[in-house]
């Protein structure tokens, strides 16, 4: 494992994610100029001190006709015109390879501050239609043909291969659901903080929790979100020289882990047939953050942010991080350990499924939560003492995964 130079976050935004942005009149280029600057001003920073810009999104081509959305930054600002701005999309976990792309250049001296954001706009076409573009994130004309929604279709599938190996009650599935959306409810920048949301929605009532695909219900699914988030990283050495200290709190990035996989869910199932864990390409880089971090496992944490994009998604990263034994997650949920109060918080900021998941913003929302977690900054969901998060973020069937440890300073 390389020594990596410390890499620090000083400062991030989140633009309100129960906003559509379409009945605002406003277009994506209002929604990178608002997060920009926000971002900057969260960090305490000038346009004029960001040296690189890395910029998250996924589905610009899709919802919105918009590409070259690096560029974009210095149309909406001009203040950052001439910054080198890169575009990433790696489907959900966009916002995980945006922050990789970003702490690798500050790793290697070639920069020392960089503004990374994540910006997508989902609400302004019908359901059918966005689901038709986020199939595009699974492996076309090899997977879910025939599907109308592909990624419930393939998360069912998911459940299913649980419950094959290890048995699976979807009566766990449907409290991950009520736990992540009562979370949203204090978090004032969460999609579903107003949400009504009476004990049948996370039953398997057929009107209040309605059968999507297989064993995914309504409730089981995260929102279609419209939504930007940014944050700002520096150098160890720009922290010791320029920064002072009378500026905001801080915290460093110690572990991070990004694995790659098939694109095609069975690939990755038959695969793992006969290993410990169902996916193993996650495993691999949650312990490849672990490492880094300096940590034996993942009870040296003191939260976690996950890709809950179904609840079945955040039911396996429980035993993926080691907080059970593999299938043995909902002996976590069980037990309350899970909860915002208990020992190891998952998702107190509402997740996906409660907070939103602007896709290509998902990634970079996650690693803000952790820094406003571990500094004491989560106004309305803040953990009690925390100090160390980590986050996982993934795209498409688990293809891309992008694992962090984050740390007060």
Not at 48 to 53: A, D, G, L, N, R
Not at 194 to 217: H, I, K, L, M, Y
């Amino acid at each position: 494992m390389t020594t990596q130079q410390p890499v620090w976050i000083i400062g991030g935004y989140q633009s309100d994610f129960a906003r559509n942005l379409t009945k605002e009149s406003l277009e994506i280029g209002d929604l990178v100029k608002e997060t920009a600057t926000g971002t900057l001003a969260a960090a305490g920073i000038s346009a004029s001190q960001v040296e690189v810009i890395h910029v998250a999104n996924a589905m610009g081509e899709f919802y919105v006709k918009q590409g070259h959305l690096g560029s974009m930054v210095a149309s909406v600002v001009p203040d950052l015109s001439g910054v080198p701005a890169t575009r990433h999309e790696a489907a959900c976990a966009s916002g995980g390879v945006a922050v990789m792309a970003a702490m690798a250049d500050l790793e290697s001296g070639r920069y020392d501050v960089a503004l990374v954001l994540g910006v997508e706009v989902e609400r302004n076409v019908p359901g059918t239609v966005g689901a038709g573009y986020l199939a595009s994130a699974a492996w076309v004309g090899h997977e879910g043909e025939g599907q109308d929604f592909v990624w419930p279709f393939t998360f069912s599938q998911i459940a299913e291969e649980y419950d094959r190996r290890y048995g699976l009650n979807d009566e766990h599935l449907r409290r991950i659901a009520a736990q992540n959306i009562a979370n949203a409810k204090t978090n004032p920048k969460a999609q579903t903080r107003s949400w009504v949301t009476p004990p049948a929605c996370f039953t398997d009532d057929d009107e209040a929790n309605p059968q999507v695909v297989g064993r995914v219900r309504r409730y089981d699914c995260s929102q279609v979100t419209d939504g930007g988030a940014g944050i700002v990283l520096v150098s160890d050495r720009w922290l010791r020289e320029t920064r002072g200290t009378a500026q905001g709190p801080v915290a460093r990035i110690t572990g991070w882990g990004h694995r790659n996989a098939s694109l095609h869910l069975q690939d990755k199932l038959d695969a793992s047939a006969n290993a410990e864990y169902v996916f193993p390409h996650i495993r691999d880089a949650i312990s490849d953050a672990f490492s880094r971090a300096g940590i034996q496992d993942v009870f040296a944490l003191d939260g976690i942010e996950t890709h809950d994009c179904f609840t079945i998604s955040q039911y396996l990263a429980i035993d993926h991080f080691g907080i059970t034994k593999p299938g043995c997650s909902a002996d976590a949920i069980d037990s309350g350990i899970t909860e915002r109060d208990g020992q190891l918080p998952i998702n107190p900021s509402g997740g996906l499924i409660g907070g939103g998941h602007p896709v290509g913003a998902t990634g970079v929302r996650m690693l803000l939560d952790s820094y406003l977690q571990v500094t004491g900054q989560a106004t309305g969901y803040q953990v009690e003492g925390a100090r160390r998060f980590a986050t996982l973020n993934f795209g498409g069937s688990t293809a891309t995964v992008v694992c962090t440890v984050i740390e007060a300073g």
